[in-house]
């Protein structure tokens, strides 16, 4: 969410910003509107000095005997009238905080302009990508024939963009996310963290989800909604909480299931697990004071990177343009993997700097070391650490052999018990 004060300030900036991400101005809607609140708020508040004046005057005139009943009358006039006042005041204030939930992030100066993903800038490239000397198939196919990848099942029971992973592949998948978790822990700082996987409106609304994207989410009967990503369960880790200057940074991992409706992504991917409803990843969040979060942003991206390279697998970073970025980030780094069935890079990652847009949104702040009184708004970053199944998918296909079966990378090995090879029982 941004702040109010800074675009009563800068009503210019907020819509040239808007402009970057293609979305027509907002700034007069959002000050008029605070305007009349702000209007109704400074009436009530000299109504209430007035009801609190004439009081006074009902003690002064009952104590030399006088009649008191007009006095008393105004009073009951006044209540009646700031009763109006507080329920026009609670509509106002409910509008523009409506207004400001649905306005996107101010994109950094550094971000690139575009309206889509065609001006996303390439900053760099690991890894050469790989080629075959025999056909290559797909991973929904190298699966399917391995017998350790059902789709069809899948279907009769949950429908489309869902999948059964068996034996091997399913071991494989467990081996990828454990393999993330111990680098992410163990030489990335990230704590580790099993949240819950079903979250009320208020932690959506954090993290930016709610209200704007309700129909990309799951919703249950009780009011839950599932989570399309540990970033929600992550962050909402210091809701409401003033957080020591001397303990930031704060760093979080989770592995988890994440769940989507891919409700814009109709007729896209609609072969093998790139867009499943239902996926797993391992999510990365950092909580930074501000002077640090382009610095953290960067060395998260690192922190992906790293996984991509310890397994092999080619890879480019892209910084997306305004027209491409997600709307809470300031700043975003995709990292692509490279897919021989597709040739061509996919997402397997996306790191964003927020800034304070989900701390205002959930009152997350930090108390510097040494201050008493006050705090500050901390910034908060998100990213994959990666997504487990498009790992699993880049795997499959990178590491695909002329018989069809998989061959293990070297740093997944130790938790495959020692398996090279997936597809045969040797």
Not at 75 to 90: N, T
Not at 106 to 126: F, I, K, L, T, Y
């Amino acid at each position: 969410m941004l702040d109010l004060k800074w675009i009563r300030d800068n009503p210019a900036a907020l819509d040239a910003a808007l402009a970057r991400r293609g979305a027509g101005p907002m700034a007069d809607s959002v000050v008029e509107l605070d305007k009349r609140h702000r209007a109704v708020t400074t009436e009530l508040q000299t109504l209430q000095s007035k009801r609190n004046e004439v009081s006074k005057q009902i003690g002064g005139v009952k104590a030399k005997g006088g009649d008191a009943q007009p006095l008393m009358d105004e009073v009951a006039s006044i209540k009646d009238k700031m009763a109006e006042l507080e329920s026009e005041e609670r509509r106002l204030g409910e509008e523009v905080r409506g207004l400001l939930l649905v306005l996107p992030n101010v994109p950094h100066e550094a971000v690139p302009d575009g309206n889509d993903e065609s001006a996303n800038v390439e900053v760099r490239r690991w890894g050469t990508a790989t080629s075959f000397d025999f056909d290559v198939k797909d991973h929904a196919d190298l699966g399917t024939a391995l017998g350790l990848m059902d789709f069809e099942q899948a279907a009769v029971m949950s429908g489309a963009r869902f999948v059964v992973l068996k034996g091997q592949l399913a071991r494989l998948e467990r081996a990828i996310a454990q393999f993330m978790l111990d680098t992410h822990t163990g030489e990335n700082s990230y704590t580790e963290v099993n949240p819950p996987l079903l979250v009320h409106d208020a932690a959506l609304t954090g993290t930016g989800q709610l209200p704007k994207f309700s129909d990309d989410l799951f919703k249950t009967t009780t009011g839950h909604w599932l989570i399309p990503t540990a970033e929600v369960s992550l962050t909402n880790l210091v809701a409401g909480k003033i957080v020591g200057g001397v303990d930031l940074p704060l760093r979080f991992t989770a592995f988890t299931p994440c769940f989507r409706s891919e409700a814009g992504a109709a007729g896209k991917d609609t072969k093998g697990m790139i867009r499943n409803h239902q996926f797993e990843k391992v999510e990365l969040v950092s909580i930074v004071s501000p002077e640090e979060s382009e610095a953290e942003l960067e060395r998260m991206v690192g922190c992906a990177e790293g996984i991509l390279q310890k397994l092999e697998l080619p890879y480019r970073v892209m910084q997306l343009c305004t027209g491409d970025m997600g709307f809470g980030a300031i700043r975003t780094y995709d990292l692509e993997v490279w897919l021989p069935s597709q040739a061509t890079y996919r997402e397997i990652s996306s790191c964003s700097n927020t800034g304070d847009f989900q701390a205002r949104r959930m009152n997350a702040r930090f108390r510097p070391a040494g201050e008493t009184k006050g705090a500050h708004f901390v910034h908060t970053l998100n990213g994959s650490g990666l997504a487990v199944g498009r790992t699993l998918v880049a795997v499959v296909e990178n590491y695909q052999q002329s018989d069809g079966t998989i061959r293990v990378p070297d740093a997944l090995r130790p938790y495959m018990g020692g398996a090279e090879v997936v597809g045969t029982k040797a």
